[in-house]
């Protein structure tokens, strides 16, 4: 099993726990709900690197071969659930700023920002990569979007 299971698994539930802090918390938290709701369609996303680094690691050809056919179910729904996730996470951004207003001293805010970003340009790097060019090098733009947007979450949570 890859490592990317547990570093997924220990994001969820740090997400989980800040969410639930969070609706504590709070009087209003209408934009909680749809930041965690596009977290976890882009988690979702995410663990396909998790499942295809267990494809690379794992020996046993019968554990290569299940999780070689279950990602390719969830590969044509892949794209649509990144698009939903950006459009899910647009709703919680600006249900921020009409709550909170835009603080550029606020970390919580610029790693949103910025996360925000960078989740249209691993959008967009997928679209393109389905509709234009598919090669290593969309391929590797597109895994190291994803990463940066890994660590942008965790630093929006630790924020």
């Given amino acids: 099993m890859s490592i990317w299971f547990f570093l997924n698994g220990a994001l969820l539930l740090w997400a989980l726990w800040n969410t639930v802090q969070s609706l504590a918390g709070h009087s209003v ?3 909680i709900l749809p930041g965690f709701a596009g977290f976890l369609l882009f988690i979702f996303n995410w663990t396909r690197n998790a499942v295809f680094a ?3 690691s794992t020996e046993d050809r019968a554990v290569k071969i299940r ?3 279950m990602s390719k179910k969830i590969m044509p729904w892949h794209r649509w659930v990144g698009t939903l996730s950006f ?3 647009l709703l919680h951004g600006a249900a921020v700023l009409h709550l909170y207003g835009f603080n550029p001293g606020s970390m919580k805010i610029l790693t949103g920002l910025l996360a925000t970003v960078n989740l249209l340009a691993l959008v ?3 679209w393109y990569s389905l509709l234009i060019r598919h090669n290593l090098t ?3 733009l597109h895994f190291g979007l994803g990463l940066t947007m890994f660590i942008l979450t965790a630093l929006h949570l630790f924020f």
């Fill in 138 to 140: 969309t391929r590797r």
């Fill in 124 to 126: 967009l790097s997928g």
């Fill in 29 to 31: 938290y209408y934009h």
């Fill in 87 to 89: 459009i899910i996470i």
């Fill in 67 to 69: 999780l070689a056919r």
């Fill in 54 to 56: 267990t494809i690379r």
